[in-house]
């Protein structure tokens, strides 16, 4: 089974290494795009505390904190055991930013938080220990706290450096025998699989038989081409079909105007000139997906929101087990790294575009909020801000598994994708070499 994986960043990555370990042969093409998500994300994994409410998504996310820990200690029997993760535990604190917290509100919201996790423990048993700790207690843990300022310490939070495992993912791939190209990917596609068959795209719009069908009635196979009947079947309905029907056409040149929607067919990509060509291609190109599958007809609802995050070096201060710090209050958030260094993040800002620079009022906000939580931050050395583009869809799930033939789309992810790429990763690659999946993927169908 040939395997393009489009995007090297978490996704792509733990697709690559999930499907080369499955046997595949893997080609993880990577555009090298300014504002990966990947390079610039905080690395925090704590998603039992969001207040989203939708379920899919919710124990999504949970099965991808599961996720982590097997993956790690397989990184580590191949050689890759130092990609920064730990679980170095989580402040969650009270809602009042910006106001002593040790009054009754304050410590209020944190027992109801507490009560609220220690209910959510039962199913997701990770979570660890929960305790409601004092402002001093707290400050033990995380020095530059401004004072009284209690908290909800959640055991099982964990951090990762997303650029350090991806990059190990990679290298556990590479050994695995994927190859690593470098260049923009365009898909090449077959529009007109199964023409002859009765098929339609999903817009009806085929310049060439002008005939309808849902997916449903494939005659060729007799099966549903959608997400979750694929993946439950374990069956690809087009396995030895491939090389025989219709013409080759390119993203952006062949097919324009012709919305093929699940009736394309993709071959395989085209990188700088050289054509790659594939039994399945993953796109996990993040903020980027959309351009990518436009040019062949399908309209994925994926959008860049600007994160810009700043790093602070505290000198020679032993970092390497301080929590994460979570005021409930902002969204913003501060974590520690190995190497005396605390990361504050972030901001959101949605309508960005492509546009991956840190501006003056992104990284005012960012310093602002992180000293009001912990103004002990104030004498250190701004070391870096980076920059990434989320990949933000129409909700919060994320967007997930087929839609056309020989074609999965993996992105989605937005604020947690370091939570959920690696999880997501291994499902794509699942997906696409039309293996068994223990999850429904209805609910993250990439073309809602
Ligand atoms: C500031 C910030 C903080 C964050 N903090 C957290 C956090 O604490 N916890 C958490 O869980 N998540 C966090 N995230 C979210 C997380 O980083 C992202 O959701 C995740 O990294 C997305 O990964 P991805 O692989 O989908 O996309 P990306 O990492 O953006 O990778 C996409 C790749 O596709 C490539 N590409 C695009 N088009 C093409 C093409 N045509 N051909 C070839 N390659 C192409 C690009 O070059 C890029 O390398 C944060 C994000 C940001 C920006």
């Not at 939070?157 to 990679?170: F, S």
């Not at 396995?239 to 071959?267: K, L």
Request: charged share 20%.
């Amino acid at each position: 089974m040939r395997l393009i994986v489009v995007g090297s960043g978490i996704v792509g990555a733990a697709c690559a290494y999930a499907a080369s370990g499955l046997g595949a042969q893997v080609t993880l093409v990577d555009a090298a795009e300014p504002g990966q998500a990947t390079a610039a994300g905080a690395g925090i994994i704590c998603p039992w505390t969001a207040s989203v409410e939708d379920s899919a998504w919710y124990d999504f996310a949970c099965a991808a904190a599961r996720h982590y820990p097997p993956l790690i200690a397989a990184l580590a029997e191949v050689g890759e055991g130092d990609v920064s993760y730990r679980q170095v535990g989580a402040l969650l604190l009270a809602g009042q930013d910006g106001q002593e917290q040790e009054d009754q509100l304050g410590q209020a919201q944190l027992e109801q938080a507490a009560r609220r996790l220690i209910a959510r423990r039962t199913a997701a048993p990770e979570i660890g220990d929960v305790r409601v700790l004092t402002g001093a207690e707290a400050r033990q843990l995380f020095p530059p706290l401004r004072p009284g300022q209690p908290a909800v310490h959640i055991a099982g939070a964990a951090r990762v450096d997303g650029r350090r495992l991806a990059a190990a993912l990679i290298r556990a791939a590479a050994r695995q025998g994927t190859t690593m190209r470098t260049g923009t990917a365009r898909l090449v596609c077959r529009e007109g699989h199964g023409s002859d068959a009765g098929q339609r795209s999903d817009a009806g719009q085929r310049a060439d038989t002008g005939q309808r069908a849902d997916a449903g009635e494939r005659a060729d196979a007799g099966q549903r081409a959608d997400a979750g009947q694929r993946a439950d079947t374990g069956q690809r309905a087009d396995t030895g079909e491939r090389a025989d029907t219709g013409q080759g056409t390119e993203g952006g040149h062949g097919i324009q105007g012709i919305r093929v929607g699940r009736g394309v067919r993709v071959t395989g990509v085209r990188v700088d000139g050289d054509l790659i060509e594939a039994d399945a291609v993953v796109v996990a190109a993040g903020a980027w997906t959309a351009r990518l599958l436009e040019p062949v007809g399908i309209t994925v609802h994926v959008v860049p929101q600007r994160g810009q995050i700043a790093h602070i070096g505290l000198g020679a201060a032993d970092t390497s087990r301080w929590p994460v710090v979570l005021p409930s209050a902002t969204g913003h958030y501060l974590l520690a790294f190995d190497d005396s260094r605390v990361v504050a993040g972030a901001t959101r800002e949605a309508g960005s575009g492509f546009d991956p620079r840190v501006t003056a009022a992104g990284l005012a906000e960012v310093l602002a909020n992180a000293l009001e939580v912990a103004p002990g931050l104030g004498a250190g050395t701004l070391l870096e801000t980076r920059v990434g583009l989320r990949p933000a869809g129409p909700d919060v799930r994320p967007l997930l598994g087929p839609v056309g033939d020989g074609l999965v789309v993996a992105t989605g992810l937005g604020a947690s994708g370091l939570t959920m790429g690696p999880y997501a990763g291994a499902i794509a690659a699942r997906c696409a070499l039309g293996l068994l999946q223990d999850i429904e993927l209805e609910p993250f169908n990439p073309l809602r």
